[in-house]
Structures are given as structure tokens and as C-alpha cells.
């Protein structure tokens, strides 16, 4: 299948794809939540107050949000650790997000998982994952679920990245997905980079998603900064996926401002290109000129969008500040169910 | 000058023998080479001779005198010499004799102490300082260097020296029953204590047996085709198995049996019993008269009244005899103290009292403790004689069987009459009782049976 | 009583508790037609169908992995992982995923999956399809292991490890499944966690599991007919371990040997003595605690290197007698 090419008008393609102003609207605050957790956080970091580390995914909001979009509350979600994103997007309660970073016993996991292991199991957030391509497996099981317990036209939405494409569970997966006819979607959130290794060297055949065709799934590769396009191709495979055909994988190119980690120094690729992406290939700086432009929304309503997203964010740090740390001496409890 | 008459040595590591006897006497004139005592090394008799013909004086030493060699123990002196001739001579022996019973070891004497030239040998091979060796009796011998030695290398061997190897369960044993670690040998491996060390102590001896035997479940099982009926063993009976074990197994055995006419002692039993009625005292058993018999034997045969601990024999002052009882439940041997100072009637009334209370299960511990021979009669069963083993850490045990009226020769015309006979083996321990001085004791015992006037 | 086999007492209890309770199901390698690599699920496809008794690729961490998904949403999956050897390729799965997301979700999740495994040598199938690496599992908080040596603590057990809602490792010797014993037709659980003492004795104790457990009892039966009269204590869960049975065991006997088939560096029998030694137990040790296990190899494989790599009856009596008789 070539590469999908976005050649519509912005007003065009928003009315077949039966998109309100107010949803439109409400994706751009997201992205701007998202954006505004993500450097509220790193901030956090350099004033020394969260422990470990972080992965942060700013650049690739177009993703989280497009995707989400085409999920319903009864999917589940399998997220990595570049995940808040995802999270968010699904619905996330940004004060105990914030809460589990700092390591809170008000977060998400008790303090107990951090910002690599967050999890909602009551939004059907199955939890981010430490072990690159760790959770990719999981999504067989939850596709196994959903048909032996019939719960209806809800399927499991896999994200993980172009590193993990390289792993044994991803090739392991793709094919007993395609074997059972799992109902699951496939995200490769392609970032150009796994830690430090440009995808280029790491993989012996490009583009990444080209590999479902050996298990027989079909396959997209969109610009995963043009929110729309990555919406629109999740809306045609989820149809694909619920009508029972079996899974669907889509690599979304994108990019990540931020290193790898905390302790990514950026050695691996030059300032230039960090802000080509910026200035040129923002998702959100594309879809608000989009809006904008369409008149959807203005300039001044859009900041405002942004300024309303530092402020919760902002709360919620006040929020977990003022939470309780996890008392030492239950360190032992839930080991065991 | 008269002729210094010298244990000589005969054996390349003797440093001692024992006078067995002399065949000359003072004065007695004597040939070069003509045999004039005997005496013993190790386990072999041999002939010493005159190393010079003349006179025989001087003699400073007498039979059973263990003597190192190279002593001097008499002179012979030439045609014409006497006795003021002789160079050195003090009225009274200053000469070491050693005697192996002597209670007081390690005189540390230092380098005054003359080291034998086997045991500087010895120093020299095992690499030991010989002024560091304990000597005894102004001399180091070869045995002084090797324990010397044997020490060091143990203290080198445990960095810990001063510390006590003892396992976990020992040391609580220890400390529950009152009983300090340094007490204890071990026999566990490297000398390390292990519970049964604690628990083989008199102090933690079994002394009050539950008034009632504990409800034994005796279950039935099957041990491939046979069926048995299991009962477990009571504490009792574990601790006696144990003790019965280790003396078996470590204490050599020698049995000696006698047998004798019991005529005149049951006469005299009769008599006595007699003037017990006449004055409403309680009868003498025979098993009382035996005590008593046993009790003045042992007062003259002090080896048979002995312990052996470590490398010394304990001649002990006391004569306390056990008389091994019979229970339900097992066996305990109630101990009847300095025996040899009662008399035949109050050896009686110990017996009865001490068994009524251990059927009762009321001994205390100093009944059943201290004991230096043991009698056991099992003469009420008809049994005619058997071995028993020995108690630890006593040296002997009699065993007596039953009076059986037998016919025997009564004088030297070969006449047979049927008389009482009592069958009696003593168990001696091997290691501090020979043949000979088991054979003494067995005879003194039928003596004072067959002729108790002897005791008077 | 019936008396069946330790493999058809497990397939018992997977047929049992998968007509009971609809969300179970079994996911493995030719577990279908084929009835499992041990047989163990020999007719089950028939009665539950191909949904249920899945047969999977050769993809073991991914199979795993499906379990935890599944068993994250609720159901009740037993995953057969054909050789123990081969859970090494699952590890990230098993130790990484299933053992700790109850942890470090904050008590969110829970992941109610069984992985049982064959494990143990004596068949000649060598070094990779041989070890014993239950010490490996014990290991991981957040992992239940479970190590049962009848066929009655097998059906038991096995509904125990289904019905908890933590992931559980259930390992199986192979050389147990042709074992009979008598296992009541009807529903009974094990629980997991709590020792059996298969013989009681005063003389010794022996911890032990697996097939280890029948070797040990035929010693201490040999030995009673010369008095000597040995406890043997089967573990039946090496995690979490029944500690309290064992320090009561020791204190009682006042001498241990622990017993196990998994290489003797870094075993399990260590965790057992230092257990014990740290324990009240200690002021009752009349002896070294010793242990015997298997040799630091992989398994070979010519019979008698194979034989001699794992402890035999002659060894553990052997062992049994140096104790005793203070040789240590």
C-alpha cells in the first residue's frame, strides 16, 4: 500500500470525515495539554524534584490525539514509556499523573510505578511498559479476551516505537494477531530514533510497517504530525478491526524534541535538525495554523488553549506537591494479590 | 669403688620398668650375670643381671617400683669395700619413683627438670623447645614431650583456642541444665560437643522416673511382611541404652568368674536375722551380706575402687556401691554410700528403703549419683551366672546368680558333699584393672564368703 | 479412592475447573490434537474446542505474554510452556510483566495466570531440556511457584493456582507423570504456600520436593527397619515457602538435609538452611545442616553421567548415615 499523501482541503476533508468544530477544538486543547505536561515536566526534573528519569514524547502529540480519537472507552490501550501522551489523550487525571511522577502515594500506582509504569485499569489503561516491545504480546490476550468473553466491537490499540519493531515479541505478535484474526490495532510511533540508533541503521528494510505484509496485515505509513491524516487512517482501520477482519498496523512518523531520556545528551543528532522539526513540522503549530485558518478558531483563542493547559498543569504539580510520599513501612504490600 | 647397680634399658624407647621381684636380698652375695630381680617393661618380664660379682647392698628400691632406667638401685661391692664407700649416699632415697596413681600432675619444673635422651629426641623430631616441656618428678620424659606437642598443635589448629565447639542443641542443654561447656568432653568430630555430651552428665541423669509411666502409644506397623507392635522408648530407657552403648564400646571388658560356698555366710545371715526378730529389726537379705563382703574387698583392692578419666586413674577415698535395681519401666542403681562403714544390718535397711522409693519413683539425685562399683544379682531368677557391663565411670560391676546347692569337694580326701554355691563374674575394666588384680579381689570376696570371720 | 496418574490428576483439574469456569482455557504448544508434549491434555480438544485448548506458534514469549493480556482483562489462562528450559525465553514475560505489575501499578492489576512447566532430567533429553530452575522463579517477588510431588497435591494445587489471582508457576517433573496415587473425583484444593510432611520421624529431618520427595521416602522406609527413623518434609510450594513447618520440623529432629534435584550453587537449599539457622531452630541443631543436590553441570547425556549428576537413593542414605553418625 503507498504511502498516503494528504492532498484535500483542510475544509474538505473535515466534513467528510464528520468532524465538529467543537471536536476539532477540543483535539487541539488536548495536544496543548499534552505539550504543556510534557515540558511542566521536564521542569519538574531540572529543579531536581522527580526521581529517575523520564521519556517524553513533546512533538508526537499528533499521534496520541488522532489516535485516541478513533478509540472507544471500552478499548484498551497497551502503552510504552514515552506514553503520557497517550494517556492524556485517553483521558487521564492530569493531577494524579503528576502525582505518581513525583511519586506520590496519591498517584496513579501508589508511587509505586512512576512515570514508566503508569496505568488506569478503570479507563482501560492497561499500563506504560519499561521493557521495549514488552507489552506488545499482551495486546494477543486482550484481543483473546474480547472475543471468548464477547465484549462486543472493542479491540486492544498497541503503541510502542521503531526500536521495538526490531524485537522477537513484535514479530511473535503481528503473526498469532493475524493467526486468531485478533481484533488489535498496531501504532509505531516511528521517531526516527530508538535510544541513540537512527532507525535507518537499526532495520534492514524500510519503512517499518512493510513487514506486516510477511503475516499478511494490512499496513499504512502516515506523517504522524498531520493530525488529521493519523485520524483518519485510525477511523478505516478501527472500522476494519471491529467489522472482524483482524489486526491493522500503522507506522506514524513523527518526532521527538526531547532526548530519549533525561540523561540524553543528543550526541546522535544535530541541533539543526531538532529545530527543523520544530519550526517547520510542528503537529501542533500545523494543526492550529489549520484551524486557524479555517476560522475555526482564533489566534487568541487558541493561546488561550495553551495558557488554560500551563494552568492545569501548573495545579496539578501544586497538587502532587502537596500530596503524601508513601509511608517506608508498607514497601511490602501489593506484592501478591 | 663398689659397683653402681643400674636399671638398665632394654627396649630402644624404654624409659621405665617395674620392679616385679628380687631374687637376692640385702647382703646376699652375688655373681656377674647371675639373675637378681626381675622386673617388667611394657607387657614383658625380663631378667636383670649382676653386672659385677660381690656384695649386694644398698637396695633402694623394692618390688612394684616403677623405676626409670638409668637409676641406680643398688651396689655391689668389691672384696674389701663397704658400704661407706659408696659416693652420694643419703640416708633417705631422694630417687624418683613414679607411680602412675599419684593425683598430682604437671609439676611444671622448667629447664632443673633432666630430660631422658629419648624424650630430647623426641623433642627434637616433633620441634618442640624441651625447657617449654612439663616434666615430672624432676624428669621429662618422652610421653611429657608429645602431650607437650599434642597441645600446641591443637591450640594452633583452632585460631578459636578458648573458644568451645559445642552444637546449638548442646550449649542449650548446657544452659538448662545448669552445667558449664568446659566440663564436657566432646565426641562429636574435632572434639566438638554434641547433646549427647550434656546429657550422659550424672548431674543430667534421669533421677525422678514419672511416678506414672508415660502413656506409651504403642502403635502396630508393618515392616515388609512382619508386623510389629512399635513402641517408642521412654527417656528412661534412651538415656540407659546410651550409657549401656558408650560403656560397651569404649570400656575393655574383662570377666572373671568364681564361684563360693555360701554356707558359712548364710549361717551367719541366720543368725544375725535371729537377733533381728528377737529385737524387732528388719531382716538382712543375702544381697546385704554380699555388699558388705564387696565393700571391705574393695577397702584391699583400691584398683577395683577406681576411675579412669583422661590419663589418670582416680583411686577413690570413698566405697560407694550401686545395687542395681529392677523397675517396670527400666533399671536405676541407688547407691549406698561408704559401705565399708556400715554394718551389715544398716546396709540392709539402706537396701529396702532406697528400692521401696525407687519403685516409687522418689530417689534424688545424690541416691543415684557417685557410685564407685556396682553389684547386680539376679539371683531371684534362677539365673546361675552371667557378665554385666559395667557402669561408667566405675571400673567394676560383680555380677551374682543364684545360690544352687551343688555337689563339691569339700577336703583333700576327695569327699563330695552338696553344698550352697554362688556364681560370681566381675566385669573390670580392662584399661585400669589387670588379670592378676581382678584375681585378688574375686579371691578376697570368696574368702570373706566362705570364712566372714575374716572381716572381723 | 481412584488411583490415577500425576498427569491425568492435572488434567483432571484443568477439565474440571475449565467446565466450571468458562474463562479458563489452555494455551500452548500442540496441546490439541497432538494432547500436549506430555500428553497431559490428551482428549481435551475434543470436549472444549479449539478456542479453549488454543494451540499457539512456537512463540513462547508472546504466548506467555497473551496470557498476561487475557488474564489482565479477567479470565483464568493456564499457559504450557513445553521444557522449564524454555521459560528462560519468557523471563521478560514471567518476571519483567506478570510479577510485577500488581506491584508497581499500585495494586491496579492483577494477572491470574498459571504457567505450568515440565522440568527435571532423567529422560536423556540433555542439557537444554533438562534443568530444574524452579530456584530461578523462586526468586521473583510477585511469582507464586509451586513444586508438587503426587498426584493428589497436583490436582489440589493446580485448582489453588488457577482460582489465585497472582500469576503462578507450577512446575512439574517429568518423571512424576506416569506416578500413581489416589486423588478423589470430586473438587478439593491444595493450598499453596503450606508444606506436607509425607513421613514423620525424630531422627532427621529432609526438605524435599518433587521427585526428590519419592527417593527420600524410599530411603526412610529402608532405614526404619534398622531404627533409624527420618522425617521427610515436602515443601509442595517453594514460594511462598511454608517456613513455620520447616523451623518445627528441625526443632523437633535437631538435624537437616535438604534434598533437591536443581544444581547445589545458589539453590534453594541454602534459603532453606539459612531459614533454619536464623530461625529459633537454631538452639536445637545437634549437627551441620547439610544439603544435596544436583551437580554443578548441565545434565548429560549418557545414562549413568546423567544418573550421576542429580542425587540418587544410595546418596541421600548415604548422607542420612554421615549425619547421624556425627561424621560431619
Known amino acids: ?337 | 669403688m663398689p659397683t653402681p647397680f643400674v636399671m638398665p634399658k632394654v627396649d630402644m624407647d624404654q624409659e621405665k620398668a617395674t620392679i616385679i621381684s628380687w631374687n637376692k636380698s640385702e647382703g646376699d652375695e652375688v655373681k656377674q650375670d647371675e639373675t637378681v630381680l626381675v622386673v617388667e617393661t611394657e607387657k614383658v618380664a625380663i631378667d636383670v643381671p649382676a653386672p659385677a660379682t660381690g656384695t649386694l647392698v644398698d637396695i633402694r628400691f623394692k618390688a612394684g617400683d616403677v623405676v626409670p632406667i638409668a637409676t641406680t638401685i643398688a651396689y655391689i661391692l668389691g672384696k674389701g669395700e663397704t658400704i661407706n664407700d659408696i659416693p652420694g649416699r643419703i640416708a633417705s632415697t631422694a630417687s624418683p619413683v613414679l607411680k602412675t596413681a599419684e593425683t598430682s600432675s604437671a609439676e611444671a619444673s622448667k629447664p632443673a627438670a633432666t630430660p631422658t635422651p629419648v624424650a630430647l629426641r623426641a623433642a627434637q623430631e616433633l620441634g618442640v623447645n624441651i625447657n617449654d616441656v612439663p616434666s615430672h618428678g624432676g624428669r621429662i620424659s618422652r610421653e611429657d614431650v608429645e602431650v607437650y606437642a599434642k597441645s600446641l598443635k591443637e591450640k594452633a589448629a583452632s585460631p578459636e583456642a578458648g573458644k568451645i565447639a559445642a552444637t546449638p542443641a548442646a550449649r542449650r542443654l548446657a544452659h538448662e541444665a545448669g552445667i558449664a561447656l568446659e566440663s564436657l568432653t566432646g565426641s562429636g568430630p574435632r572434639g566438638r560437643i554434641q547433646a549427647q555430651d550434656v546429657v550422659k552428665q550424672p548431674s543430667a541423669q534421669p533421677v525422678t522416673q514419672p511416678a506414672v509411666a508415660p502413656v506409651v502409644q504403642a502403635a502396630t506397623t508393618s515392616v515388609g511382611e512382619r508386623s510389629a507392635k512399635v513402641i517408642p522408648m521412654t527417656n528412661m530407657r534412651q538415656k540407659i541404652a546410651e550409657r549401656l552403648q558408650a560403656s560397651f564400646r569404649d570400656v575393655p571388658h574383662i570377666f572373671l568368674t568364681a564361684e563360693a560356698d555360701v554356707t558359712r555366710l548364710e549361717e551367719a545371715r541366720k543368725r544375725l536375722n535371729d537377733i533381728a526378730t528377737k529385737q524387732s529389726g528388719s531382716k538382712v537379705s543375702l544381697t546385704a551380706m554380699l555388699v558388705k563382703v564387696i565393700a571391705w574387698a574393695l577397702e584391699r583392692n583400691p584398683y577395683l575402687n577406681a576411675s579412669l578419666v583422661d590419663q589418670n586413674v582416680y583411686l577413690w577415698e570413698d566405697i560407694n556401691i550401686g545395687v542395681a535395681t529392677a523397675l517396670d519401666e527400666g533399671l536405676i542403681v541407688p547407691v549406698i554410700r561408704n559401705a565399708n562403714h556400715l554394718s551389715i544390718s544398716q546396709i540392709s535397711e539402706k537396701i529396702i528403703d532406697l528400692s521401696k522409693r525407687a519403685r516409687e519413683g522418689k530417689l534424688t539425685l545424690s541416691e543415684v549419683k557417685g557410685g564407685t562399683f556396682t553389684i547386680s544379682n539376679l539371683g531371684m531368677f534362677g539365673i546361675p551366672q552371667f557378665n554385666a557391663v559395667i557402669n561408667p565411670p566405675e571400673s567394676g560391676i560383680l555380677a551374682t546368680g543364684a545360690v544352687v546347692r551343688k555337689p563339691v569337694v569339700v577336703d583333700e580326701n576327695d569327699t563330695v558333699e552338696v553344698r550352697p554355691i554362688i556364681t560370681m563374674t566381675l566385669s573390670g575394666d580392662h584399661r585400669v584393672i589387670d588379670g592378676a588384680v581382678a584375681a585378688r579381689f574375686l579371691r578376697d570376696l570368696v574368702q570373706a564368703i566362705e570364712c566372714p570371720e575374716i572381716m572381723l | 479412592m481412584p488411583e490415577i496418574s500425576y498427569s491425568e490428576a492435572i488434567r483432571q483439574a484443568m477439565w474440571q475447573e475449565m467446565k466450571r469456569d468458562e474463562r479458563v482455557f489452555l494455551m500452548g504448544e500442540d496441546i490439541g490434537r497432538y494432547g500436549g508434549a506430555f500428553g497431559v491434555s490428551h482428549g481435551m480438544l475434543d470436549e472444549f474446542g479449539p478456542e479453549r485448548i488454543r494451540e499457539t506458534p512456537i512463540s513462547e514469549p508472546s504466548f506467555v505474554g497473551a496470557g498476561i493480556g487475557a488474564a489482565l482483562l479477567g479470565m483464568r489462562p493456564i499457559v504450557e510452556i513445553m521444557f522449564m528450559d524454555f521459560t528462560l525465553l519468557t523471563l521478560d514475560q514471567i518476571a519483567n510483566q506478570a510479577a510485577k505489575m500488581h506491584y508497581m501499578f499500585g495494586g491496579k492489576a492483577t494477572v491470574p495466570l498459571v504457567i505450568r512447566m515440565p522440568g527435571g532430567s532423567g529422560t536423556g533429553a540433555a542439557a537444554q531440556h533438562s534443568q530444574s530452575l524452579e530456584t530461578l522463579l523462586m526468586h521473583i517477588p510477585g511469582l507464586k511457584v509451586a513444586v508438587p510431588s503426587t498426584p493428589y497435591d497436583a490436582k489440589g494445587m493446580l485448582l489453588s493456582a488457577i482460582r489465585d489471582p497472582n500469576p503462578v508457576a507450577f512446575v512439574e517433573h517429568k518423571l512424576l507423570y506416569k506416578t500413581k496415587g489416589e486423588v478423589p473425583e470430586g473438587d478439593y484444593t491444595v493450598p499453596l504456600g503450606v508444606a506436607d510432611i509425607k513421613r514423620k520421624g525424630k531422627d532427621l529431618t529432609i526438605v524435599t520436593s518433587g521427585i526428590m520427595v519419592m527417593k527420600s521416602l524410599a530411603v526412610a522406609n529402608r532405614l526404619a527397619g534398622e531404627g533409624i527413623d527420618v522425617e521427610v518434609l515436602d515443601v509442595r510450594s517453594l514460594r511462598p515457602l511454608d517456613n513455620d513447618a520447616i523451623i518445627a520440623s528441625v526443632t523437633k529432629t535437631g538435624k537437616l538435609l535438604v534434598v533437591h534435584e536443581a544444581c547445589q550453587t545458589a539453590g534453594w537449599a541454602g534459603e532453606i538452611m539459612a531459614v533454619v539457622s536464623g530461625s529459633s531452630a537454631f538452639d536445637y541443631l545437634d549437627a551441620p545442616m547439610r544439603r544435596l543436590a544436583g551437580t554443578d553441570t548441565p545434565i548429560p547425556y549418557s545414562r549413568g553421567l546423567e544418573r550421576a549428576a542429580v542425587p540418587q537413593e544410595e546418596d541421600i542414605e548415604r548422607e542420612i548415615r554421615a549425619i547421624l553418625k556425627g561424621k560431619y
Request: charged letters at 25%; glycine letters at 10%; proline letters at 3%.
Open chain 1, 1 to 337: 500500500m503507498p504511502k498516503v499523501k494528504n492532498e484535500e482541503t483542510f475544509t474538505d476533508k473535515i466534513a467528510r470525515l464528520g468532524l465538529s468544530n467543537e471536536t476539532l477544538i477540543d483535539m487541539l486543547r488536548t495536544m496543548y495539554l499534552i505539550r504543556q505536561f510534557e515540558y511542566m515536566a521536564d521542569r519538574l526534573y531540572a529543579l531536581g524534584k522527580v526521581h529517575g528519569t523520564m521519556h517524553l514524547s513533546a512533538g508526537q502529540e499528533a499521534v496520541a490525539v488522532g489516535i485516541s480519537k478513533c478509540m472507544k472507552k471500552e478499548d484498551y490501550l497497551i502503552n510504552t514509556h514515552r506514553g503520557h501522551g497517550h494517556f492524556i489523550a485517553k483521558g487521564a487525571d492530569i493531577n494524579l499523573m503528576m502525582a505518581e511522577f513525583l511519586g506520590k502515594e496519591n498517584g496513579y500506582c501508589k508511587g509505586r510505578g512512576g512515570s514508566m509504569h503508569i496505568a488506569d485499569f478503570t479507563t482501560h489503561n492497561l499500563g506504560a511498559n519499561g521493557i521495549v516491545g514488552g507489552g506488545i504480546p499482551h495486546s494477543l490476550g486482550v484481543g483473546l479476551a474480547i472475543q471468548m468473553m464477547k465484549l462486543g466491537d472493542a479491540m486492544a490499540v498497541t503503541m510502542f516505537g521503531d526500536g521495538a519493531s526490531n524485537e522477537g515479541t513484535f514479530h511473535e505478535t503481528m503473526n498469532m494477531a493475524a493467526l486468531w484474526k485478533l481484533p488489535a490495532l498496531y501504532i509505531c510511533e516511528n521517531n526516527k530514533y530508538g535510544m541513540s540508533m537512527d532507525v535507518a541503521r537499526a532495520t534492514a528494510k524500510l519503512p517499518i510497517a512493510q513487514r506486516a505484509e510477511a503475516y499478511g496485515i494490512p499496513w499504512y505509513v502516515v506523517d504522524g504530525n498531520d493530525l488529521l491524516l493519523v485520524y483518519e487512517t485510525g477511523k478505516k482501520a478501527a472500522e476494519y478491526i471491529r467489522a472482524g477482519n483482524g489486526p491493522v498496523l500503522i507506522e506514524t512518523q513523527t518526532y521527538r524534541y526531547f532526548g530519549h531520556s533525561k540523561s540524553d545528551r543528543n550526541l546522535y543528532r544535530s541541533k539543526e535538525e531538532i529545530e527543523d522539526w520544530r519550526e517547520h513540522k510542528d503537529p501542533i503549530k500545523r494543526f492550529r495554523t489549520q484551524l486557524v485558518d479555517a476560522k475555526i478558531i482564533t489566534d487568541e483563542a487558541a493561546d488561550q488553549l495553551d495558557k488554560e493547559a500551563l494552568k492545569i498543569n501548573e495545579d496539578a504539580v501544586a497538587f502532587a506537591e502537596a500530596s503524601p510520599d508513601p509511608d517506608p513501612s508498607t514497601v511490602t504490600e501489593y506484592v501478591y494479590a
